[in-house]
T-cell receptor
Framework: DAGVIQSPRHEVTEMGQEVTLRCKPI?????LFWYRQTMMRGLELLIY????????DSGMPEDRFSAKMPNASFSTLKIQPSEPRDSAVYFC??????????FGAGSRLTVL | SQKIEQNSEALNIQEGKTATLTCNYT??????LQWYRQDPGRGPVFLLL?????KEKRKERLKVTFDTTLKQSLFHITASQPADSATYLC????????????FGTGTKLQVIP
């Protein structure tokens, strides 16, 4: 298995632009998580899905953030419009039991 | 408020010694606690899981203890090696039926040859 695959690995964009981050979880995993990591706040859970259904999005910072999981093999995290304070590394993780997480390599976002 | 606290300062240790990292939590009733390793530029990698009714878990040179009275977990690496240098994160799943895994901020370990 190739593991959890995220794209892009790096994204540099200007304030106000739309950003879309993508994730392909491990086949057979029924939980998918989106985390954000910064030096100041560490690893924060944004949202997680179970069987493609969003279960808890209380960590999504504001309405500019949205996440979808149209099928079991794909999820997106969208930021529109982006702001400099959104600069962070965004991780996707998947799990078959929601206890042992397998993380992707992350998407480093820089908003200028 | 809920908190998961790990030493924010880096831990420097001589090769061959035992490294001990601490994870303290407040206002959680964890069903289990996990430890992950994170190398620069990579995602965290799962190491060990310990359940609320377990006191200790071992895996090769790694040992985790879990004290629900003290609300603390200790993570030990015996016979440490430079390759063990990384950031180590603890994570909790709160009991209550929700599958929300919350992470501490991590402790950076540097093993000096």
């Amino acid at each position: 298995d190739a593991g959890v695959i995220q794209s892009p690995r790096h994204e540099v964009t200007e304030m106000g632009q739309e950003v879309t981050l993508r994730c392909k979880p491990i086949s057979g995993h029924d939980y998918l998580f989106w985390y954000r990591q910064t030096m100041m706040r560490g690893l924060e859970l944004l949202i997680y899905f179970n069987n493609n259904v969003p279960i808890d999005d209380s960590g999504m910072p504001e309405d500019r953030f949205s996440a979808k999981m149209p099928n079991a093999s794909f999820s997106t995290l969208k930021i529109q419009p982006s702001e400099p304070r959104d600069s962070a590394v965004y991780f996707c993780a998947s799990s078959s039991r929601a206890n042992v997480l397998t993380f992707g390599a992350g998407s480093r976002l820089t908003v200028l | 408020s809920q908190k998961i606290e790990q030493n924010s300062e880096a831990l420097n240790i001589q090769e061959g010694k035992t490294a001990t990292l601490t994870c303290n939590y407040t206002n959680y009733s964890p069903a289990y606690l996990q430890w992950y390793r994170q190398d620069p530029g990579r995602g965290p990698v799962f190491l060990l899981l310990i359940r609320e009714n377990e006191k200790e878990k071992r895996k090769e040179r790694l040992k985790v203890t879990f004290d629900t009275t003290l609300k603390q977990s200790l993570f030990h690496i015996t016979a440490s090696q430079p390759a063990d240098s990384a950031t180590y994160l603890c994570a909790l799943l709160n009991s209550g039926g929700y599958q929300k895994v919350t992470f501490g901020t991590g402790t950076k370990l540097q093993v000096i040859p």
